[in-house]
Every structure is written in structure tokens, then in C-alpha cells.
Nanobody, 126 residues
Framework: VQLVESGGGSVQAGESLGLSCAAS????????MSWFRQAPGKEREGVAA????????YYVDSVKGRFAISQDGAKNTVYLQMNNLDAEDTAMYYC?????????????????????WGLGTQVTVS
């Protein structure tokens, strides 16, 4: 599975930005898709995840109420809408795809779940 992110850029604090992640294959190979981010000198952090089979979503506490993950199954694409951005959101954002059995993506914010990763898109908030 190839994942291609788009939509990064530079914005001012308080503004919004939307990211997209297009997967090259249908979801038979994965049922969890997520967004991670990594700032210089920091660990990669799970930001949001979505269970593609049921639509359940998962967020890290720091983005709850500001970020929204969604999907378009017909396009094999996952989106991340980011609102009210601040400087702490500055990072490289990565899309990831993986599979969790048993229903849901309860480990969806952990990088160990994911086999497939995109190359990332930079988000800078000043």
C-alpha cells in the first residue's frame, strides 16, 4: 500500500488547514488509518485515527475539539481537518495504514500498529 499525503503548508496561529492521504489500494489490507506527527527532537505522536470499517475515531487529548479525521471510502482517502492551529502543532505529519483485529482501532494511536507509512507533509504554524 502506498500512501500519499497532501495539504501541508504554513499558516498563522488560529487558522485552519486540511490534510489528505490517498491510499493506493482498497481497505482489504488495512482497517485503521491514522495521522501521526513528529516535531524536531520529539517522538512521533499519534494524533488521530479512524476505523475504516466502522467509522470510529480516536484522538490524542491535545487535539480533541480542534482536529477531525474523516474518510472517503470510494476514494480510499482519509482527511485531517485541523482548526485553531497553534505553534505546538508544527510538525511533519504522516499518514499510516494498518490492521487491527477484533473491531475498532483501539491501539490506533500507537505506531506499532501500522505497517504502511507515507512520506509526510510539513505543517508550520507561526
Amino acid at each position: 500500500v502506498q500512501l500519499v499525503e497532501s495539504g501541508g503548508g504554513s499558516v498563522q496561529a488560529g487558522e485552519s488547514l486540511g490534510l489528505s492521504c490517498a491510499a493506493s489500494k482498497s481497505p482489504s489490507t488495512h482497517n485503521c488509518m491514522s495521522w501521526f506527527r513528529q516535531a524536531p527532537g520529539k517522538e512521533r505522536e499519534g494524533v488521530a485515527a479512524i476505523w475504516t470499517e466502522g467509522g470510529s475515531t480516536y484522538y490524542v487529548d491535545s487535539v480533541k475539539g480542534r482536529f477531525a479525521i474523516s474518510q472517503d471510502g470510494a476514494k480510499n482517502t482519509v482527511y485531517l481537518q485541523m482548526n485553531n492551529l497553534d505553534a505546538e502543532d508544527t510538525a511533519m505529519y504522516y499518514c499510516a495504514a494498518g490492521r487491527e483485529e477484533g473491531g475498532g482501532c483501539n491501539t490506533g494511536l500507537r505506531p506499532q500498529l501500522y505497517r504502511y507509512w507515507g512520506l509526510g507533509t510539513q505543517v508550520t504554524v507561526s
